[in-house]
């Protein structure tokens, strides 16, 4: 199901651990999956699982826990805004629907386009930076106002 280079990843992530403990690589080798893929169909993540040697339920517990994981396609930008306590009150709420009224999108929905899909995330750790947003699970974006909102929304295009 997975590219030879998904694959490769893979073994590197499982010889990190001992061979009776691979299944704990499922973090990683769900991110290379889903990276390949785009998003995590029920089909990849139970070949995840059975490349570790796990029920497929476990995994899927993983997948389903964490929000950097997507079980359903998204944009190609997938942005995500801590709307967790802290960066509530500092403006999280503000930004996420600031967000929302520039993209004409709500939280768990992609634009028409198919450019950008919007997420409500919990804790980032980064909540001296708030409010925080993290753009495809990679970059995370701090201090996000609505001047930096639009500056990211402008790169993105």
């Not at 694959?7 to 403990?21: C, I, M, S």
């Not at 802290?86 to 386009?113: M, R, W």
């Not at 930076?129 to 295009?157: F, G, T, W, Y």
Request: charged share 20%.
């Amino acid at each position: 199901m997975f590219a030879a280079e998904t694959l490769q990843k893979f073994d590197r992530e499982v010889a990190k651990y001992p061979a009776d403990q691979k299944q704990s690589a499922v973090m990683a080798c769900l991110a290379y999956a889903q990276e390949e893929m785009g998003w995590l169909r029920p089909e990849a993540i139970e070949a995840v699982a059975a490349y570790l040697g796990m029920a497929p339920i476990a995994a899927y517990e993983v997948a389903s826990f964490y929000n950097m994981y997507d079980l359903k396609p998204v944009g190609k930008y997938k942005i995500t805004v801590c709307t967790n306590l802290p960066c509530a009150l500092s403006g999280g709420y503000h930004a996420g629907e600031y967000v929302q009224n520039k993209l004409g999108i709500g939280f768990g929905e992609t634009t028409a386009d198919g450019r950008f899909t919007l997420k409500e995330g919990e804790c980032m750790g980064a909540c001296g930076d708030a409010p925080v947003m993290i753009v495809n699970n990679r970059s995370m974006c701090s201090h996000m106002h609505p001047e930096q909102i639009d500056r990211l929304l402008e790169e993105c295009k």
